[in-house]
């Protein structure tokens, strides 16, 4: 059994910081790319960073400069640092790994998603 703990959400100020984590607990052989997706109110889910297993990094454009992806591979574990918020990064944010089964079957596993508010 996989499942997912995500942490880090909250309310924050214009120009302040926040930190979400993402670990995946569970029998998986491998995790490959890992990423931050976030969905506003009455919008599409979209890809805000995604990282690969050796580290490789892309942004969408809104958030480069600001926003930095990282992962702890030993844990199963990734990271988004969010600096300079805006009010419009408000959104829930999901944590996505691309994992490997030990029977070599693909699969997506999903956070619960954290709330993100930036708000005076």
């Known amino acids: 059994q996989v499942h997912v703990v995500e942490s880090g959400g909250g309310l924050v100020q214009p120009g302040g910081s926040l930190r979400l984590s993402c670990a995946t607990f569970g029998t998986i052989f491998k995790i490959n790319d890992m990423g931050w997706y976030r969905q506003a109110p009455g919008k599409e889910r979209e890809l805000v960073a995604i990282i690969t297993n050796g580290g490789s990094t892309n942004y969408v454009a809104s958030v480069k400069g600001r926003f930095t992806i990282s992962r702890e591979n030993a844990k199963n574990t990734v990271y988004l640092q969010m600096n300079s918020l805006k009010p419009e990064d408000t959104a829930v944010y999901y944590c996505?790994?691309?994992?490997?089964?030990?029977?070599?079957?693909?699969?997506?596993?999903w956070g619960q998603g954290t709330q993100v508010t930036v708000s005076s």
């Open positions: 996505k790994a691309e994992a490997l089964s030990y029977s070599m079957t693909p699969y997506d596993i």
